[in-house]
């Protein structure tokens, strides 16, 4: 007879803790299971992930949470998409938009259909042909329209938002549903002599933390799954040689803008995520290629507004557990492993680990191959993301400095050379074992950053061009003319959910 957990133990906050407690407390009745959260406040917050992706939406519906509440709680901004500038060369730029690129038509990817207009002369890039590109670079926003017949029914959007004040309105949110928090730093980890499981917290202040399930949401430090069960990490350094970032806020300047920006500097890139009341910015390097005190410097010269407060670093290796489930324990978060946020990923990676926990929830005796597919998804996902952020890198003409030069020329896993490939001879992408990326980002990538097929679909390139450019400009104004009925996008988060001090 299969036996229920009665006691689960999350140690460390913020983002991933509190997510993890929110999400399962939203699901199961204090009364049969006991969920206990360790954290101290002594131990602060990386507290970097303050943009995210479209999925965030469906994580906080599944807790019940209302959309205005939430970004007011947040100082939240909507996201559009991200905007990649000097990635393929100095002086260009583009937009990763959330939504898709025009309309496809008889079955046939609409990318396929602007290929064979731009071979018949038109000038307009991809991006003109998204409603979240074409509003973003506006600064307009709306919420999509119901209606599929709308154009406005193709906006997709995600938030920026207060990574802190987000675990903070996430554990409001758990203790009312019966979590309990425990304050305190961990003296040991206590260990069943015989399966090794994990199966109390001995704490500085003399308490014991029992429990037969624990998720390690400890950050880099990895307190159970690595320090403690030790569990190996795969370094992707190779492929991702950034391992530092420098981190600071600064006042706004300029409009409250609806997307991410990413610029790429001589030997990494910097974000810029505005929300409500300050911009989010940061400028991550590879300390083999740049000093410290270079990219600080860089950092402080291209912010937007006045500074506040001062530089701080972060270090990192790109890469994972080998192992994101060992024995009874679970990593989410920084915890299992790192990539660092260019397309805005780590909020996402933390959501899918508890995602895939509770799509596979287990009985106590937790059975091997329930730990097995986990691994198996998770393993799968970081690859996935991996290889579109690689993208980014590899698919540059940049050789201005030797960080660029490495990035252009290295080798790249195998699953990467095959999309690339794909694309570059056929014009094809497809999205494979139900990935993050769907084939609307690759090919924005791929187009954003030069990666031109060599020849596209043979049904397309039979029919007339005049014809083909007609539906083009078409759609082309329509969205045009929807972005310009929109708000502004500062405008609509005062209505929606600005917070007091906007």
């Excluded at 002086?91 to 731009?118: A, C, E, K, Q, T």
Aim: net charge negative; hydrophobic share 40%.
């Amino acid at each position: 007879m299969t036996q229920p957990f009665k006691n689960i133990v999350i140690l460390g906050g913020g983002s991933a803790g509190w997510m993890t407690a929110a999400a399962l407390s939203s699901l199961l009745n204090p009364k049969d299971v006991s969920i206990t959260l360790v954290e101290s406040d002594q131990i602060g917050t990386i507290g970097v992930g303050e943009a995210t992706i479209p999925d965030i939406i469906n994580f906080n519906r599944l807790l019940g949470i209302k959309e205005d509440e939430f970004m007011k709680a947040t100082q939240a901004t909507f996201k559009l998409g991200i905007e990649f500038v000097d990635w393929r060369r100095k002086g260009d730029s583009y937009i990763h938009p959330f939504g898709s690129h025009g309309v496809d038509m008889n079955g046939i990817d609409f990318h396929h259909y602007w290929l064979h207009s731009r071979a018949g002369g038109n000038a307009h890039p991809i991006g003109h042909y998204s409603m979240c590109a074409v509003a973003a670079a506006d600064n307009r926003f709306a919420l999509p329209d119901p209606n599929p017949q709308s154009v406005r029914s193709h906006i997709r959007y995600a938030y920026h938002f207060d990574a802190t004040l987000y675990a903070r309105f996430l554990r409001q949110y758990a203790e009312l549903r019966g979590v309990r928090r425990v304050e305190g730093k961990v003296d040991e980890v206590v260990q069943a002599a015989d399966t090794g499981y994990v199966t109390g917290l001995k704490l500085d202040k003399g308490d014991l933390v029992s429990g037969e399930l624990f998720f390690d949401c400890t950050g880099f430090a990895a307190l159970l799954l690595g320090k403690t069960l030790g569990v190996s990490y795969k370094d992707w350094s190779h492929w991702l040689p950034c391992d530092s970032a420098q981190a600071v806020a600064c006042t706004h300047a300029g409009p409250l803008r609806p997307y991410t920006r990413s610029t790429a500097r001589s030997s990494g890139w910097q974000w810029r995520i505005p929300t409500q009341h300050r911009t989010g910015n940061g400028h991550i390097y590879s300390g083999a290629f740049m000093s410290d005190d270079e990219a600080a410097s860089i950092l402080v010269q291209n912010l937007d507004g006045d500074m506040i407060g001062s530089p701080r670093k972060i270090s990192f290796k790109a890469g994972h557990r080998d192992t994101f489930w060992s024995k009874n324990c679970i990593a989410i978060g920084l915890s299992a492993g790192f990539l660092e946020p260019l397309e805005s990923t780590s909020i996402y990676l933390i959501q899918e680990g508890i995602s895939r926990f509770i799509a596979l929830y287990p009985d106590a005796s937790i059975p091997s191959i329930v730990r097995d597919e986990y691994n198996r998804h998770m393993r799968t996902e970081f690859e996935q993301v991996r290889d579109f952020i690689i993208l980014h890198y590899s698919a540059t003409e940049r050789d201005d400095s030797p960080f660029w030069n490495y990035c252009r020329t290295m080798n790249l896993p195998d699953s990467l050379c095959h999309k690339i490939e794909l694309f570059r001879e056929a014009g094809r992408a497809f999205r494979y074992e139900d990935e993050l990326f769907a084939k609307a980002s690759w090919i924005a990538v791929f187009l954003g950053q030069g990666v031109m097929p060599k020849s596209y679909d043979p049904i397309v390139r039979n029919l007339p061009y005049a014809s083909v450019s007609e539906s083009l400009e078409l759609m082309r104004t329509a969205m045009i003319n929807e972005a310009g009925r929109m708000p502004n996008h500062a405008d609509f988060i005062q209505r929606y959910c600005g917070s007091a001090s906007l």
